[in-house]
């Protein structure tokens, strides 16, 4: 099946430091990238949406200067929290849409997450 | 609005079989997706259905009706491993991914 891959899988950073995601699809070109982030027993939540070269779409009471996306190609996207609380400690995860050979269109796969703890 | 709806959590025994439901309310419709997710794991993926109908892939099975808005994720023969969250997405008529809010599968030996 497809792959998306994300590094790094886990960062501990002091308050105030700026911390990178990257997210890469392997095996197939992404026309769209998604960042979600996820607290413990609480469901997924969509924090943006990126396509390749254009701005990316924010959701509502996401800082789009703290949370800064980069959608370089159709197979990478970088987040960049920015200044980093204890507060933005959390799980995200990307996860990249495209079509590949013998799935089902336009299916959505998940990177495997980044775990964030800000001391 | 939109709107996605399936169970909180479901509790199961070891061997028997399952079925998860979910129902949707979307502007549009490109197809229904479900994902398992363990624990501190991302999602994924493990079918997609766009016609009306049964899709069988080994122990899981997923079936469709659009007509009712109706989904389920069926799987037999469970096994402890399976204890997971079950999440169901449908694919609006924009292409995006509208997500439920998951179901919790506790499996009991």
């Known amino acids: 099946g497809a792959v998306v891959s994300q590094h790094p899988s886990w960062v501990i950073c002091k308050s105030g430091t700026s911390v990178k995601i990257e997210c890469r699809s392997l095996d197939f070109q992404a026309t769209t990238m998604f960042w979600y982030r996820q607290f413990p027993k609480q469901s997924l939540m969509l924090m943006a949406t990126s396509n390749e070269g254009s701005k990316a779409t924010y959701e509502q009471g996401v800082e789009k200067d703290k949370f800064l996306i980069n959608h370089a190609s159709l197979t990478l996207s970088t987040l960049t929290v920015t200044s980093a609380h204890p507060e933005d400690s959390s799980f995200y995860i990307c996860s990249a849409r495209g079509w590949t050979s013998g799935g089902p269109r336009e299916t959505q796969y998940f990177g495997p997450g980044t775990r964030l703890l800000v001391l | ?109």
Not at chain 2, 56 to 63: D, L, M, T, V
Not at chain 2, 66 to 77: A, I, P, T
């Open chain 2, 1 to 109: 609005g939109q709107n996605i709806d399936q169970p909180t959590e479901m509790t199961a025994t070891e061997g028997a079989i399952v079925q998860i439901n979910c129902t949707y309310q979307t502007s549009g419709f490109n197809g229904l997706f479900w994902y398992q997710q363990h624990a501190g794991e991302a999602p994924t993926f493990l079918s997609y259905n766009v016609l009306d109908g049964l899709e069988e892939k080994g122990r899981f099975s997923s079936f469709l009706s659009r007509s009712k808005g109706y989904s389920y994720l069926l799987l037999k023969e469970l096994q402890m491993k399976d204890s997971a969250s079950y999440l169901c997405a449908v694919l609006d008529s924009n292409y995006q991914l509208i997500w439920g809010a998951g179901t919790k599968l506790i499996i009991k030996p």
